[in-house]
């Protein structure tokens, strides 16, 4: 079960992606749609306008999502080399301040030769306790990166899977229609349908409503930054 779980993953990560994608390419389709209308028959808008919301909708998303990892990714990259430029600093003034306090006390002086004494006896052991543990540490990181490889390939496989989703959301709507009239009858499957557009309507306003609450305290943290002259706004 576990490794039928792991092969279908890839599908699951499309089919998650196609519904969350899907509010935002229905407005594109029927934006499209009465555009096109105008000017062509009924059956080319529909295609045209079927085929064009997919494309501006993960247009929108790509450059969502390259804007985000553009003001991020730099941020994060600055902040750790800024951080591991400012250890050798702190470390010269730790030993500084050790040095002015063993000068000025003599108990100091005297407790802190024998601590390094001390240190230098146990440095051995602490060799050969890094020495037992490093091995499974290896082998701890090796197993990270290569579930994150497979991660970022299930999710590269994942937006080609829910493109081939949203591009026949329509016809696989009315073959999954069909199949639970056939299965469960007329009575119990028009209860089924509405549940499930009730929960459908559910989780859409939910998921785009955590979106513009998000962007709206995101742009309000960002001017509240600038007013404040806060470092690293974005």
């Given at each position: 079960?576990?490794?039928?779980?792991?092969?279908?993953?890839?599908?699951f990560?499309?089919?998650?992606?196609?519904?969350?994608?899907?509010?935002?390419?229905?407005?594109?389709y029927?934006?499209?749609y009465?555009?096109?209308?105008?000017?062509?028959?009924?059956?080319?808008a529909k295609?045209?306008?079927?085929?064009?919301?997919?494309?501006?909708?993960?247009?929108?998303?790509?450059?969502i999502?390259?804007?985000?990892?553009?003001?991020?990714?730099?941020?994060?990259?600055?902040?750790?080399?800024?951080?591991?430029?400012?250890?050798?600093?702190?470390?010269?003034y730790l030993?500084?301040?050790?040095?002015?306090?063993a000068?000025?006390?003599?108990?100091?002086?005297?407790?802190?030769?024998?601590?390094?004494?001390?240190?230098?006896?146990?440095?051995?052991?602490?060799?050969?306790?890094?020495?037992?543990?490093?091995?499974?540490?290896?082998?701890?990181?090796?197993?990270?990166?290569?579930?994150?490889?497979?991660?970022?390939?299930?999710?590269?496989?994942?937006?080609?899977?829910s493109?081939?989703l949203?591009l026949?959301?329509?016809?696989?709507?009315?073959?999954?229609?069909?199949?639970?009239?056939?299965?469960?009858?007329?009575?119990?499957?028009?209860?089924?349908?509405?549940?499930?557009?009730?929960?459908?309507?559910?989780?859409?306003?939910?998921?785009?409503?955590?979106?513009?609450d998000?962007?709206?305290v995101?742009?309000?943290?960002?001017?509240?930054c600038?007013?404040m002259?806060t470092?690293?706004?974005?």
């Open positions: 079960i576990r490794y039928a779980f792991n092969s279908l993953r890839p599908i990560y499309g089919a998650a992606i196609a519904y969350l994608f899907k509010p935002m390419c229905n407005v594109f029927t934006r499209l009465i555009f096109f209308s105008k000017k062509r028959t009924p059956a080319k295609k045209m306008a079927h085929y064009l919301s997919v494309i501006c909708t993960y247009l929108v998303w790509g450059i999502i390259s804007v985000l990892f553009a003001l991020v990714l730099p941020r994060i990259i600055s902040a750790v080399l800024s951080f591991g430029a400012s250890i050798p600093t702190f470390i010269s030993i500084s301040l050790v040095n002015k306090l000068e000025e006390n003599e108990l100091i002086r005297v407790l802190l030769g024998e601590s390094l004494k001390e240190l230098g006896e146990d440095l051995t052991g602490f060799y050969d306790l890094i020495r037992q543990y490093l091995q499974p540490l290896a082998s701890g990181v090796i197993g990270v990166v290569a579930d994150s490889v497979t991660f970022l390939f299930n999710v590269v496989v994942g937006f080609i899977v493109v081939y949203l026949g959301r329509k016809k696989f709507g009315a073959q999954a229609k069909l199949l639970v009239k056939s299965v469960f009858g007329r009575k119990w499957s028009s209860i089924i349908f509405d549940e499930v557009k009730f929960a459908d309507r559910m989780f859409s306003g939910y998921f785009v409503g955590s979106m513009i998000s962007a709206v995101g742009i309000i943290c960002y001017i509240a600038l007013i002259h470092p690293y706004a974005i």
